[in-house]
């Protein structure tokens, strides 16, 4: 069965950091761009940052442009990391790790083939 499982989530003041990280089970992902979302309550699912299969190449919204950074590590199972620092009661939401069936980056929910269950992210003002 494959899986993307999500970790790392919790309460952090406002200017603090957290890392996410997600690992795949039940294949690999190396030869695919992967991507983190997140969805705040009573909001539609908004995308964060993409990567592309080798790492080369990144992409970020607008909102975690300078703060967050994507990485990906792909030497045993795939991994994937956000580290997101100066974070703001405004980030607060699940945040969700996608797998896209394409190797380039890719910035919409669609393009995205596999989920994980996502983590929760609260920043406290």
């Known amino acids: 069965q494959v899986q993307l499982a999500e970790s790392g989530g919790g309460l952090v003041q406002a200017g603090g950091s957290l890392r996410l990280s997600c690992t795949a089970s039940g294949r690999t992902f190396s030869d695919n761009a992967m991507g983190w979302f997140r969805q705040a309550p009573g909001k539609e699912r908004e995308f964060v940052a993409s990567?592309?299969?080798?790492?080369?190449?990144?992409?970020y919204s607008n909102s975690a442009r300078r703060r967050f950074h994507i990485s990906r590590d792909n030497a045993k199972n795939t991994q994937l990391f956000l580290q997101m620092n100066s974070l703001k009661p405004d980030d607060t939401a699940v945040y969700y790790c996608?797998?896209?069936?394409?190797?380039?980056?890719?910035?919409?929910?669609?393009?995205?083939?596999?989920w994980g269950q996502g983590t929760q992210v609260t920043v406290s003002s």
């Open positions: 990567i592309s299969w080798t790492g080369s190449t990144t992409t």
């Open positions: 996608a797998a896209s069936s394409g190797r380039e980056v890719v910035v919409r929910h669609y393009e995205y083939t596999y």
